[in-house]
């Protein structure tokens, strides 16, 4: 994890220093954790500092949220084909790439930057020995706890086995470790997660609620785990427990009325919005925008669009044809025309709130990345239903279709079998989630990935073992202790 060899410290200066400037390297290199933690303000700060690790780009980390996450997700898939200058996109849209790639390896780094401070965090709330109430105590670990559950998990998704570590780091050297078994991995997100869930439960930050996890969203993804677990160990039990995981949210939360409105900004951290990834508009030294539309959208010819989109990521044919005329998601998604410019084929435009963003002259954004939403989690609901039965039931009907009538295409066919209804789950999944971080793994867990890619992208190479990416080649340069996955050159 050379990673860390810049950031141990960075970290801190990150809190202190947000997008305003980075501290000089001299500064930087005497920094010591217990000359700051004082108080739980401290605290409070530093953990406002770990979610800014997770959208602030700068040209050595990439920023996680900021592109690399979302992007990898439907590139690898059948959902999207890259037009950019970027080598390494256009090999993950052809599944041509290699343990250099530089996009999986910011997502490496993005995760274990963020959990280094996950592990701060627990590690000094757990030393500071005044809190004004216990509560504060709680919520600051459930916080960490809920992100190092959720990070560990990406990187298991996308890696398989690889290096856990639940103590901070001080010593470049202690971060080389060899890679964890994936089932211990999992166990130690469980925890995590369960244990965000529990710790979470009373919120004493009144001005620290946007953007905060709550109990239900560290449940959902608990459910998200257990599901996708049981898909990769083939386990009943995984699923009953993902069943229930998810039945702590199933009513709590209702779907937007319209799904247009889910990424309106008025509706931001709310509806049936679990959590997000709060982005600002403002570009500054590290920048804290979000790519969505310089990545997705055309630039336009009237002020009152884009001037600066590009369409570096844009859906294939095979996905926007797949929508029914009918389905409202097709017109919420894609954008053809504007103001009387029709293209010649579509574009992503579901991130654009035209109305409160109009005339984006360089593409900034205040929209933010959704990571969890009820629909997700209506639909995951389904699969485990479905998964535990060997079929559906009227509670899985109930829960797909609730999606499925919002975007006005009607009930699915009753009395579908358990393959038939396991497609239609994956075909709804890709109809409501286009661009939001999860084809590829949703291609992955339900066997599909080399079937579905070559449909859409005949001339892609994709082989059997792209169900894992590599192991960033850059990492077991400095950590020789990390092997390689299969199929991937030494």
């Known amino acids: 994890m050379q990673i860390m060899r810049k950031i141990i410290i960075a970290i801190l200066v990150l809190v202190l220093a947000g997008c305003e400037g980075f501290l000089d390297e001299d500064i930087r290199s005497t920094y010591n954790y217990d000359n700051y933690f004082q108080s739980e303000d401290d605290l409070v700060r530093f953990a406002n500092g770990m979610y800014g690790g997770l959208i602030i780009w700068t040209w050595e980390q990439g920023g996680l949220f900021f592109n690399n996450y979302w992007v990898l997700q439907d590139l690898a898939s059948d959902n999207a084909f890259e037009t950019g200058p970027s080598v390494d996109m256009h090999d993950l849209s052809k599944f041509t790439f290699d343990p250099n790639n530089i996009v999986t390896g ?85 925890a995590d997660l369960e244990r965000a869930e529990q710790l979470l439960a009373v919120n004493p930050f009144p001005d620290r609620v946007l953007g905060m996890p709550t109990p239900e969203t560290a449940a959902a993804l608990l459910g998200k785990v257990y599901l996708t677990r049981g898909a990769l160990n ?33 509706n931001a951290n709310r509806g049936e919005i679990l959590w997000s990834v709060n982005f600002s508009g403002t570009l500054g030294e590290g920048w804290t925008t979000n790519q ?36 409202k998601r097709r017109d919420a998604t894609f954008i053809t025309e504007f103001e009387g410019e029709v293209f010649g084929e579509p574009f992503v435009q579901k991130y654009w ?31 485990a239903l479905n998964e535990i039965g060997g079929g559906p039931d009227e509670a899985a009907y109930d829960a797909i279709n609730l999606v499925r009538n919002r975007a006005g295409i009607g009930d699915l066919t009753e009395g579908l079998g358990y393959q038939d209804f396991k497609d239609a789950l994956l075909q709804e999944r890709r109809w409501e989630l286009v661009m939001e971080g999860h084809r590829w793994y949703d291609l992955v867990r339900f066997g599909k990935l080399k079937e579905a890619v070559l449909l859409a992208k005949p001339e892609a190479n994709v082989k059997d073992h792209h169900v894992l990416f590599p192991i960033p080649q850059k990492e077991r340069y400095y950590n020789p202790a990390l092997t390689q996955n299969e199929g991937y050159a030494e």
């Not at 274990?112 to 105590?137: C, D, G, Q, R, T």
């Not at 035209?354 to 995951?380: H, T």
């Open 106 to 190: 910011f997502v490496w780094q993005g995760c274990y930057f963020v959990i280094n401070s996950a592990n701060v965090l627990l590690h000094e709330s757990e030393k500071m020995e005044k809190y004004s109430s216990p509560e504060i105590k709680n919520h600051l670990q459930g916080e960490a706890c809920f992100m190092r559950g959720m990070l560990y998990f990406e990187l298991a998704k996308l890696f398989g086995d690889i290096p856990y570590q639940d103590f901070p780091t001080t010593d470049p050297e202690g971060t080389k470790l060899a890679r964890t078994p994936v089932a211990e991995v999992y166990e130690n997100i469980i």
């Open 234 to 266: 083939d386990d009943p039990a995984d699923f009953a427990l993902a069943k229930t995981s998810l039945e702590k949210v199933i009513g709590k939360y209702e779907l937007e009325p319209e799904f247009s409105d889910i990424f309106k900004l008025a």
């Open 292 to 327: 969505f539309l310089v990545r997705l959208m055309p630039t336009t010819e009237s002020s009152n669009g884009v001037r600066n989109g590009q369409a570096w990521e844009r859906p294939t044919r095979h996905l926007y044809n797949s929508f029914s005329p009918d389905d």
């Open 353 to 383: 709130d035209r109305e409160a963003e109009p005339g984006k002259q360089n593409g900034e954004s205040d929209a933010d990345f959704i990571y969890l939403r009820y629909a997700d989690v209506l639909l995951m609901y389904a699969e």
